[in-house]
Nanobody
Framework: QVQLVESGGGLVQAGGSLRLSCAVSGRTISGFAMAWFRQGSGTEREFVAGISRTTGSTLYADSVKGRFTISRDNAKNTVYLQMSSLKPDDTAVYYC????????????????WGQGTQVTISS
């Protein structure tokens, strides 16, 4: 059974940084494309960043380009999201997701999800 567990969320002032981690168990992540999504209060869950299964190529939402970096450590079976220059609009629950095949921004294409970690940015 594949399980994803996020950590690293918290309360940070605007302009600050956070690093989220997603630890995967039950299967090696080298077989998965991995992604981060987020859901703010009263909004739909939206794509933030993704990283491919094989080449390590990345995909970002326009709203986070240049500020967020997704990376993966297959040896640790963990995916990271380094977030910097954080804004109050980044406040959301952040979810890690995994799928076989290629990385995509489509939420419905991801079969495996973590429980989420809260990120709150104060102004």
């Amino acid at each position: 059974q594949v399980q994803l567990v996020e950590s690293g969320g918290g309360l940070v002032q605007a302009g600050g940084s956070l690093r989220l981690s997603c630890a995967v168990s039950g299967r090696t992540i080298s077989g998965f494309a991995m992604a981060w999504f987020r859901q703010g209060s009263g909004t739909e869950r939206e794509f933030v960043a993704g990283i491919s299964r094989t080449t390590g190529s990345t995909l970002y939402a326009d709203s986070v380009k240049g500020r967020f970096t997704i990376s993966r450590d297959n040896a640790k079976n963990t995916v990271y999201l380094q977030m910097s220059s954080l804004k109050p609009d980044d406040t959301a629950v952040y979810y890690c997701a995994a799928r076989l095949w290629t990385v995509t921004a489509l939420r419905t294409e991801y079969a495996y999800w973590g429980q989420g970690t809260q990120v709150t940015i104060s102004s």
